[in-house]
């Protein structure tokens, strides 16, 4: 089973940034960024596919959240900029290990807060 380890949430003001890493025990085909916000459903945040070599983000995010990765370490990283309050939320990383179409594998979430 491929396990999720995350790290790099805070408490930030708007304008600030973070970088939020993944680190998976196996390389899946695809690892992605989902966010939930209290009271509101889970959404997708961000993704990189090993299997497609592509980037693909939620139109949220596009021009101010970056992903990218390290292979040797089977980990991708958020860069996330220019903050928003509204970007406040746990920050869940997945994995897509049977190259299925869903994401099967879920990391503990790390907690992002954005000040006004």
């Known amino acids: 089973q491929v396990q999720l380890v995350e790290s790099g949430g805070g408490l930030v003001q708007a304008g600030d940034s973070l970088r939020l890493s993944c680190a998976a025990s196996?390389?899946?085909?695809?690892l992605g960024w989902f966010r939930q916000a209290p009271g509101k459903e889970r959404e997708f945040v961000a993704a990189?596919?090993?299997?497609?070599?592509?980037?693909y983000y939620a139109d949220s995010v596009k021009g101010r959240f970056i992903i990218s990765r390290d292979n040797a370490k089977n980990t991708v990283y958020l860069q996330m900029n220019s903050l928003k309050p509204e970007d406040t939320a746990i920050y869940y990383c997945?994995?897509?290990?049977?190259?299925?179409?869903?994401?099967?594998?879920w990391g503990q979430g790390t907690q992002v807060t954005v000040s006004a």
């Open positions: 990189f596919s090993w299997r497609t070599s592509g980037n």
């Open positions: 997945a994995a897509d290990i049977w190259d299925g179409g869903s994401y099967d594998v």
């Open positions: 196996e390389r899946p085909f695809r």
